[in-house]
């Protein structure tokens, strides 16, 4: 987990809940290394040399990577890091919100080399704005500004993992809360670079999920899916992320896809499945309060 609140959990509460429903429909036991994305900057290199290889050597040796979302500059360039670590090494992705935007300036910047590229929010005269203010009201008021609330994302691409994931719907409600969004200008020119974007509103100007086909699973939601997790009922997205990095996505995306009849539990390791939690943490760890998150 790359964020800026790492030293407050409860700031990412939805989320560790929605990987902890994920996990456990997956008989994997969860453990969440939080690396401050600060820490992950050439600045701290120099000034927290300690923090700065602690915070890389849990990025390298995470088996998948969530950027959350957020607001404001502070550690965007560590979650742009962690964004193209886990990229060029086909490590599992998901960023959500904040966390798809900075996958775009990446995406621009390394593969693109549009070495400007840049959020609005973060640079008011980015010379390549490829996330910019889109406010659900009038750009001439303060109030309502911020995009909230269910939303409807229409799939433009059927066999994609996210699509797949959810079932192979032809678009989904999902809950969203921001006000900066890809800049549907630059959409055809990240599409011929090979970043698809994969979801859209009903207009075709938001953009809601990003998808880069060639990778493992590299997902990025505009909208919030944890707040639709549930306890037996887990965000597909966070099933995706968890699958992909316990090696058991191909597996899940034939039994959300229909491709195969549904199983009651999915393979966690060799042999045969196991049916039932166990309380020493080899397949998970549940705890009466319905914890079973390891950090």
């Given at each position: 987990m790359v964020g800026k609140y790492t030293g407050i959990s409860d700031s990412y509460l939805s989320i560790l809940k929605a990987l902890l429903h994920a996990s456990v429909a997956l008989d994997r036991k969860l453990v969440v290394d939080w690396v401050p994305s600060c820490d992950l900057e050439d600045s701290a290199a120099k000034e927290t040399p300690d923090a700065y290889e602690k915070a890389w050597g849990l990025l390298k040796g995470a088996n998948g990577v969530l950027v959350p979302g957020?607001?404001?500059?502070?550690?965007?360039?560590?979650?742009?890091?962690?964004?193209?670590?886990?990229?060029?090494?086909?490590?599992?992705?998901?960023?959500?919100?904040?966390?798809?935007?900075?996958?775009?300036?990446?995406?621009?910047?390394?593969?693109?080399?549009?070495?400007?590229?840049?959020?609005?929010?973060?640079?008011?005269?980015?010379?390549?704005?490829?996330?910019?203010?889109?406010?659900?009201?009038?750009?001439?008021?303060?109030g309502a500004t911020m995009r909230l609330g269910s939303r409807r994302t229409f799939f433009q691409v059927n066999n994609c993992k996210s699509a797949k994931l959810y079932a192979n719907a032809n678009y989904v409600d999902e809950r969203?809360?921001?006000?900066?969004?890809?800049?549907?200008?630059?959409?055809?020119?990240?599409?011929?670079?090979?970043?698809?974007?994969?979801?859209?509103?009903?207009?075709?100007?938001?953009?809601?999920?990003?998808?880069?086909?060639?990778?493992?699973?590299?997902?990025?939601?505009?909208?919030?899916?944890?707040?639709?997790?549930?306890?037996?009922?887990?965000?597909?997205?966070f099933l995706g992320l968890i699958a992909a990095s316990s090696g058991q996505l191909e597996h899940l995306l034939q039994r959300t896809s229909g491709a195969v009849s549904s199983p009651t539990r999915c393979i966690a390791g060799p042999g045969a499945p196991k049916t039932k939690l166990r309380m020493n943490g080899l397949v998970s760890t549940y705890f009466a309060n319905g914890s079973s998150i390891h950090i």
């Open positions: 957020g607001f404001g500059d502070r550690g965007v360039q560590g979650k742009i890091l962690a964004a193209k670590h886990a990229r060029e090494n086909n490590v599992p992705y998901l960023g959500i919100c904040l966390g798809m935007q900075i996958a775009v300036i990446e995406y621009a910047r390394s593969v693109m080399k549009l070495r400007d590229a840049n959020s609005t929010e973060f640079d008011p005269a980015a010379k390549t704005p490829c996330v910019i203010f889109m406010p659900e009201g009038s750009k001439t008021h303060m969203h809360r921001h006000r900066y969004e890809v800049n549907p200008d630059m959409v055809s020119e990240f599409e011929k670079a090979g970043l698809s974007f994969v979801g859209r509103d009903e207009s075709g100007r938001r953009m809601e999920i990003i998808e880069l086909p060639t990778h493992k699973f590299f997902v990025g939601t505009q909208f919030h899916p944890e707040f639709n997790s549930r306890p037996g009922k887990p965000s597909p997205l």
